[in-house]
C-alpha cells in the first residue's frame, strides 16, 4: 500500500519491526482517553487523541521520513482505538505487544489475553477490505489537509472527520442498529415496511456512490459473519435478521441500482469479534488509516499541489449595505 510493489522478506521484516516497536504513545493522549466521560464517542476521543500526537509530534514533510511515520501513525492508532475500547469499559491502559499480526496486537490489547484465532483472522480481513478505497470523503478531507502541508497527525484528524458521518464511515454502525431495533428474524418484514417504505426512509448498509451493485466487500464480509456466527447464537440471530433485510432491500431498491454495501454486513463480524457497536467506526478508521497515508504521502510526494476548489456565485450582483439600525 505503501511502496507500491509487494516486499521482499527483508523489507517486510523491517515494516514489521518498525510497527512494533511504534506502539507507545504519549502518556498525555493515553491520559486524555482516560479522562474523558465514559460515554464520549469514539471518533471524537480519536479526533482528541491524534490532536495530541500532532501537537507533540507536529512532523514536517520529508521524503526519507514519510513512510515510516505513516507505520508509526498506524501502530499508534491501534494503540489509541484498543485504549479507547478499555477506557469505555473501565479497564486499564494497555499498550500492543509485538505479535503475529496487528490484527493479534490490536485484539489482545483491547480485550487483555489470548483472543482465538478465528477472530483474529475475522479481523485479519477486515483490516484488508477496510484498507484502501480510491477518494471517498475522509480520503478527500485529508488529501486538502496534506495539500497544505499540514502534518500528517493533523491530516488523519481531517480525514475522521469525514469518515464519522453516518453515511460514510458511520454507516456500519447505523445498519447493525436497525438488526438490534428489528429484534428478530420473523420481525424483519414488518419493521421494513413500516419503518422504510411508509416512512421513506433510507436503508442503511444499502447504496454507494460508485458501486451500482453488490459491493464485492460485502460478500467477504458476509462470509467472515457466517464463520463467527457458528457456535455463537446472539451472532447468528442478527445474521438472520441482516440476511431478510437484505432479500427485502434488494428486491425493493436494485432497481434504482442500490444493493448492500460493506458496512452492511462488517458490523455482524465486528460485533462477533467480541466489540460493542461504538467501536466500529473506529476499526473502519484503524483499517483505514493506512490507505489514507498512502494517498497523502503520494499526493504530496508525486503531485503536490493546494487543493482549493472555486465556487461560482450565483447569488444577487450587487446588495446596498444598511446599518444594523436600519434594518428592521
Ligand atoms: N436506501 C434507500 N434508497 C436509497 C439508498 C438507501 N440506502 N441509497 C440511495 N437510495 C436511493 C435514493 O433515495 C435515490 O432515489 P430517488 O432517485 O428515487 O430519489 C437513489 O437511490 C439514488 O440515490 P443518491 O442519493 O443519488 O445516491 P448517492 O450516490 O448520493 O448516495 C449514499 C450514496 C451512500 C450516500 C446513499 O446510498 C446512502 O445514504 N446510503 C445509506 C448510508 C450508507 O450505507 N453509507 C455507506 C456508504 S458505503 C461505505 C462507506 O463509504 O463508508
Redesign the pocket.
Known sequence: MLYGELPKKSDLQRVKNKLDESFEVPDQAINLIYSLPKESETIGLMEAAFGVLAAIYNPTWEKAKNKDIAIEIVAKTATILANIYRAKEGLKPRIPQPSESLARSFLEAAFGGHVEDKKVKAMDIALILYTD?EV??STTAGLVAASTLSDLYSCIVAALSA?KG????G??E??FKQFVEIGSPEKVDEWFKTN?LDKK?????????VYRTF?PRGKIFKKYAEELASGNEQVKKYLDIAERLEKL?VET?SG???YP????YSGIVFYGIGFPIYMFTGI?ALSRTLGWLAHFIEYVEEQHRLIRPRALYVGPSQRDYVPLENRG
Open positions: 478505497h471517498p470523503a469518515l453516518p453515511l460514510h464511515g454507516a456500519a447505523e445498519a422504510i426512509k433510507r436503508l442503511m448498509g444499502f447504496g454507494h456512490r459491493d432491500g431498491f434504482k441500482g442500490v454495501n460493506t458496512d452492511f473502519f
